[in-house]
């Protein structure tokens, strides 16, 4: 690999570190002041994504260009911003795809891109890369591409065909904040994009069940990222646009990316990130509405301001503040009861629901099937275990369910 091609993935790679839509929560903190080279999550240009059958793999993410006509405030990449550029060929990013997959260091590729020139002429060199992939090379390996809103109704029509998944950044939680922070940008046309992309992942999945064999390759799901933090946007306002956007879009998934500090930045940005433990809940917040039946209401409800607990999980919280729903008798609650107890996963209730047919299960069962009791006991009811006194006092249950505080060092 010559040594503009490596000058090129240092900076590409860590200008795509930024874009969630393919890692997990938790990765180590994300930062642009002061980055001076190879910063991705987890190492050169290697995130993890899943694949529609569950499987994690590993892809080689990096921008094709972070050369950029948009001027977003909360932009690393912006037009305006004073970082070191650098732009791939489409040759150059089949090269390296293929380099990295035949040397096992990879299973697929992330690409997304700063938009040079207009948003056609972007996604077709994306959609160039792609289809180079699979045609003239017969790549197996998986592929998300990011799609560009903007783009022709054909261009995203063949990013599907070539890609397993697609993604659109919805960017922030709200119109009027994307307006104040990124006004070349509009809410409509991304969400006309994610609109014209339902329609085609559902009628390809429609073709592959009516004639598997017949039916053309389309992406099997789409997903987005929101930025967290950058505007004044609560954790219900966040939530709402997320249960819209599943509801609406029948999105794969909303990811959340804590704003990152970023040179030079625009005084309508906050001066400081917000604490990464907000985009931990927001996670957990939405593993409850997809999973688990629980409304956006009752997660972040206005008189907790909208906000989410920092201190204690979601699920939590929400007992906390509904005392009178327990404790759930784990042998007669139906699902949707036990599914919203603190400490019961979906694995644990499923074994759960199995076990209590061929007996009445004691708090020592509920540890072999996977329980922390430690977590469950002041909610449940068993045929030796019965903690109304516990609920009875709900100031002292939560002091003892929350972490103590961090106190400041005096050095």
């Known amino acids: 690999m010559s040594e503009r091609l ?3 993935l240092s900076i590409l790679a860590d200008a795509a570190k930024y874009d969630a839509s393919c890692a997990s929560s938790g990765a180590i903190k ?15 240009g290697i995130c993890h994504s899943y694949t529609p059958d569950g499987r994690c793999v590993s892809l080689l993410k990096i921008l094709l260009t972070n050369f950029c006509v948009y001027d977003c405030a909360y932009c690393i990449n912006r037009r305006s911003s004073d970082v070191r550029r650098a732009r791939f060929t489409p040759q150059e990013v089949v090269k390296l795809t293929l380099d990295f997959y035949r040397r096992n260091y990879i299973e697929g590729l992330f690409l997304c891109s700063g938009i040079v020139r207009n948003g056609d002429y972007t996604m077709e060199q994306l959609v160039e890369v792609a289809r180079s992939l699979r045609e003239d090379h017969d790549f197996r390996g998986y592929i998300h591409l990011k799609t560009i809103p903007e783009a022709s109704p054909e261009l995203l029509a063949q990013a599907g065909r070539y890609a397993d998944r697609l993604s659109i950044n919805i960017e922030l939680p709200t119109e009027v904040a994307l307006t104040t922070l990124a006004p070349e940008k509009s809410a409509s046309s991304i969400r006309g994009a994610m609109g014209q992309l339902r329609w ?5 999945k429609e073709d592959r069940a009516n004639a598997p064999s017949r039916a053309p390759a389309f992406a099997t799901s789409q997903s987005t990222q929101m930025i967290v933090g950058a505007d004044g946007a609560d954790d219900r306002a966040i939530l709402d646009t997320s249960a819209n956007l599943y509801g609406n879009y029948r999105l ?4 959340y990316s804590a704003f990152s500090p970023i040179p030079d930045a625009s005084i309508a940005l906050p001066s400081k990130a917000p604490p990464l433990v907000r985009e931990h809940r927001l996670y957990q917040a939405d593993w409850l509405m997809r999973f688990y039946g629980f409304e956006v209401g009752e997660i972040a ?4 301001g909208g906000m989410l607990d920092l201190d204690i999980d979601p699920k939590t919280a929400w007992a906390l503040r509904n005392p009178e ?49 430690r977590k469950v ?3 449940v ?29 005096l050095f």
Do not use: C
């Not at 994300?30 to 050169?44: D, Y």
């Open 301 to 304: 409800p206005q008189e907790a």
């Open 377 to 379: 006991m002041p909610w």
């Open 30 to 44: 994300r930062n642009s002041l002061g980055t001076g080279g190879i910063g991705s999550t987890e190492g050169m």
């Open 381 to 409: 009811q068993t045929v030796d275990h019965h903690p109304r006194s516990l609920l009875d006092r709900p100031d002292q249950l939560r002091a003892r369910l929350a972490p103590p505080p961090v106190q400041p060092s």
């Open 252 to 255: 794969r998934r909303v990811y």
């Open 6 to 8: 490596i000058e090129k």
């Open 325 to 373: 729903a327990f404790p759930i008798d784990i042998n007669t609650a139906p699902k949707e009861r036990l599914l919203r107890v603190p400490g019961l996963g979906m694995k644990t209730v499923k074994r759960l629901l199995t076990s209590r047919r061929f007996a009445r299960l004691r708090l020592d069962d509920l540890a072999r099937l996977g329980a922390s009791l």
């Open 200 to 204: 085609r992942i559902e009628e390809a």
